[in-house]
């Protein structure tokens, strides 16, 4: 266990069976009418007298649910309740909601203030103050395993998932007047090395490049422990405080979460619709159902064998996930899936180092995607892939999703890359972007979730998982 593992404050006491009856009894209330309100909504434009009882029923389901939201006292809870408002105020009243994209911006950029601050106290204090510079070796090949079968095993998933829907059949493409996205070109592997390491950890910072921040947080806490203790521990103390202080800054950060992702939800909501969204609901539901499958034939079996409480587990990182769903960007989730992990009893010291990796090395929810949205691209151009030529897609998207996990919208990134090696025309792709933020919210909570399942699963493959912190 690391050394003074952050706090995290808990509910009250246990509260009546009668209270946690009708909390239910008012969010079953508040769906049910939410639900409604949204399914006139899309059917507004067959009936237009709906639209005024439409929004009412998504105010009247808003206000159902508030006071659950309130008595809760849950960062879950109120994060999903300003999602919910997010969707009624990008629906009913999109000219403020189109404004409200800034509040989530903000958000990102005090994340990313602190995640380099973190990544390095966590893994210098980590190697050099707890003295484990003879296991980084194996965690790290460790967490590399682990991300390559997980992923693979996702890539496999996402490729039979589509095969069995077809979903992409059927789609018309933009017409080829319109103007297509510039693809990235893909890297050589001897490229993808050479971009692991920084050559100026200040622009590493500025960049926002985590695995970089996190080889020279590893080379600067080896060179540190091999000093002799006079020397190192006044450093340490300093960096180990540094680490504690950014901790409790996340939880500052973390208050405004809720309204960050309830500004989100209403500025996409404004801008794409649910009309746009509904038009690629079988893409959508085919990701979701194999998410689904995923979870159920992978992650949970993996937890199992781990003798890993699958409960506990979820419990511990509903939080993380639940913000990387809302804004859909699993680094907003980095420093809290981080104190939850603590708070689970994973080392400081492997979690600073197996998550930061997963950012470049895990694409665990992105992976069931890129075959599926591949395919569907195909489908979609009339293109017939046959059982070889699939196969040989999933290693080349294999390749070239590696090092690009934290990039925005990484799938697409990725896609672009491949394109050309694949046979599949950009405007294919390009019909993805109606539904790429729904997609993404799903890919974002996975990546959350299999980068907290790597440093579970590397921590108990160590002997180093211990009993959840206490808590005060």
């Known amino acids: ?38 399914a006139l909504h899309l059917a507004g434009s067959r009936a237009p007298s709906l639209t005024v009882f439409a929004i009412a029923l998504r105010w009247i389901g808003l206000a159902l649910f508030l006071p659950v939201a309130l008595r809760l006292r849950s960062l879950l809870v109120w994060t999903f309740y300003a999602m919910i408002a997010g969707v009624v105020l990008g629906l009913d009243a999109p000219h403020i909601a189109g ?77 080829a007047t319109q103007a297509v996205a510039p693809a990235a070109h893909s890297e050589t592997w001897q490229q993808l090395i050479l971009n692991i390491f920084p050559e100026n950890i200040a622009q590493a910072v500025a960049q ?59 500025y996409t909501i404004s801008t794409s619709g649910l009309a746009l969204l509904a038009s690629l609901a079988k893409l959508a539901v085919t990701y979701y159902g194999a998410l689904a499958a995923f979870i159920l034939l992978v992650l949970a079996p993996i937890l199992v064998a781990g003798r890993i409480s699958v409960r506990r587990f979820a419990a511990a990182i509903g939080e993380p996930a639940a913000i990387g769903f809302a804004t859909t960007s699993s680094e907003a989730a980095l420093p809290l899936a981080m104190e939850r992990l603590e708070e689970f009893g994973v080392p400081r010291w492997i979690v600073s180092f197996v998550v930061p990796t997963g950012y470049s090395f895990n694409m665990t929810g992105s992976s069931v995607y890129l075959t599926m949205a591949a395919i569907f691209a195909a489908q979609a151009a009339g293109i017939h892939l046959s059982l070889g030529e699939q196969l040989i897609m999933l290693a080349t998207l294999m390749l070239t999703s590696k090092g690009v996990a934290g990039v925005p919208r990484a799938t697409l990134v990725v896609l672009m890359a491949s394109a050309a090696d694949l046979h599949i025309p950009s405007s294919a792709i390009l019909v993805l972007l109606g539904i790429d933020t729904l997609m993404d919210m799903g890919r974002s909570a996975m990546n959350v979730i299999g980068n907290c399942m790597a440093a579970v699963v590397v921590a108990r493959w160590e002997g180093e998982l211990g009993s959840p912190a206490q808590t005060a």
């Open 1 to 38: 266990m690391s050394q003074n593992p952050p706090t995290h404050t808990e509910p009250g006491p246990r509260r009546p069976l009668l209270a946690r009856t009708a909390d239910r009894a008012f969010f079953a209330a508040a769906m049910l009418v939410f639900a409604a309100g949204i």
């Open 99 to 175: 404004q409200l994209r800034f509040l989530g911006d903000l958000f990102l950029r005090l994340i990313r203030m602190i995640v380099a601050p973190l990544i390095f106290g966590g893994i210098v204090t980590g190697i050099a103050g707890h003295g484990e510079l003879k296991g980084v070796g194996r965690v790290a090949l460790k967490a590399i395993l682990f991300f390559e079968v997980v992923t693979t095993l996702g890539l496999l998933l996402g490729l039979v998932a589509i095969n069995l829907t077809h979903a992409g059949a059927g789609v018309a493409l933009p017409a």
């Open 208 to 266: 926002n490049q985590i695995l970089q921040v996190a080889i020279f947080s590893l080379l600067f806490g080896t060179a540190l422990a091999t000093l002799p203790e006079s020397k190192r521990a006044p450093l340490v103390t300093v960096l180990q405080s540094l680490t504690d202080t950014m901790f409790r800054m996340t939880k500052m950060i973390m208050v405004v979460a809720p309204l960050a992702a309830g500004a989100a939800m209403a």
